[in-house]
């Protein structure tokens, strides 16, 4: 079970992290001038918000290794997706 449930841990995570930086994207159109900020501010969002989760889930995780790559690589793809779209190539 423990597997299973470090992989839906992070799948909760997965989802919060690309939730969050479709949100940060609409936003975006709003606050054009400020899309420095928005990257670096939802960049610091996420990693208190995925770190408090982690602490209060530290127990239960038996699998580490894949819990953490799942988080590095939605935390990498969701900020490169975000810089993509304020240069406009997105």
């Given at each position: 079970?423990?597997?299973?449930?470090d992989?839906?841990?992070?799948v909760?995570?997965?989802?919060?992290?690309?939730?969050?930086?479709?949100?940060?994207?609409?936003?975006?159109?709003?606050?054009?001038t400020?899309?420095?900020?928005?990257?670096?501010?939802?960049?610091?969002?996420?990693?208190?918000?995925?770190?408090?989760?982690?602490?209060?889930?530290?127990?239960?995780?038996e699998?580490?290794?894949?819990?953490?790559?799942?988080?590095?690589i939605?935390?990498m793809?969701?900020?490169?997706?975000?810089?993509?779209?304020?240069?406009?190539?997105?």
């Amino acid at each position: 079970m423990g597997l299973s449930l470090d992989i839906a841990y992070g799948v909760c995570c997965v989802l919060f992290l690309i939730l969050f930086s479709k949100i940060i994207g609409k936003l975006f159109n709003a606050f054009k001038t400020h899309a420095f900020a928005l990257t670096y501010t939802s960049l610091f969002i996420k990693i208190i918000v995925v770190s408090t989760f982690t602490v209060l889930i530290k127990g239960q995780l038996e699998h580490k290794i894949i819990y953490g790559m799942l988080l590095l690589i939605v935390i990498m793809y969701s900020t490169v997706e975000l810089i993509l779209k304020f240069r406009g190539k997105n």
